[in-house]
């Protein structure tokens, strides 16, 4: 995974970047909603969770 050169990042932070792996910078429990919740609950995961998103699972365990 490469990234391209942030604004204010130092060069030695450019480099380490070059070998991070996904892993890295993912969290372990990722939050989610099924197709059924309503937009004000996962309005409020949003809110609960200071997250910009959530992805939608099926909640169909053999899908």
């Not at 991070?20 to 949003?46: G, H, S, Y």
């Not at 809110?47 to 909640?59: C, E, K, M, T, W």
């Amino acid at each position: 995974m490469q990234f391209s050169a942030v604004k204010g990042r130092t060069h030695n932070q450019e480099e380490e970047a070059k070998y991070m792996q996904a892993k890295d910078v993912m969290t372990t429990r990722v939050i989610t909603v099924t197709e059924n919740q309503t937009k004000q609950q996962a309005a409020r995961l949003l809110a609960q969770h200071r997250i910009s998103g959530l992805p939608i699972v099926n909640d169909d365990p053999l899908s």
